[in-house]
């Protein structure tokens, strides 16, 4: 089993940017595809970004394609979302997720990890 632990989320301006970092522990971390999910009070919980365990494959939602890029360090079992040119529609409190079975192309469809982190949030105001 894995704890996720999420952090750097803040108030930014529009056109800032910001780097939300995921710590692991626990072990399995390595073997997980990984993602980023995003979700405002009242709404569905959206996919923004994910990586495979190992090939480095990565996918992104079209609102944020060319602006965020995700990354992650195994040997430190962390998990990082850069986000550039940061919009007002950006704001959201923002997960990480992983397990064993979940895919990084599979999280865009439908599939929901079972480990998840407490959240962190991000404002963007203009």
């Known amino acids: 089993q894995v704890q996720l632990v999420e952090s750097g989320g803040g108030l930014v301006q529009a056109g800032d940017s910001l780097r939300l970092s995921c710590v692991a522990s626990?072990?399995?971390?390595?073997?997980?595809?990984m993602g980023w999910f995003r979700q405002a009070s009242g709404k569905e919980r959206e996919c923004v970004a994910t990586i495979h365990f190992n090939d480095g494959s990565t996918y992104y939602a079209d609102s944020v394609k060319g602006r965020f890029t995700i990354s992650r360090d195994n040997a430190k079992k962390s998990l990082y979302l850069q986000m550039n040119s940061l919009k007002l529609e950006d704001t959201d409190t923002y997960y990480c997720a992983g397990d064993l079975t979940s895919t990084a192309q599979g999280m865009f469809l439908g599939e929901r990890p079972a480990y998840w982190g407490q959240g962190t949030q991000v404002t963007v105001f203009s």
């Open positions: 626990g072990r399995g971390f390595s073997a997980y595809d």
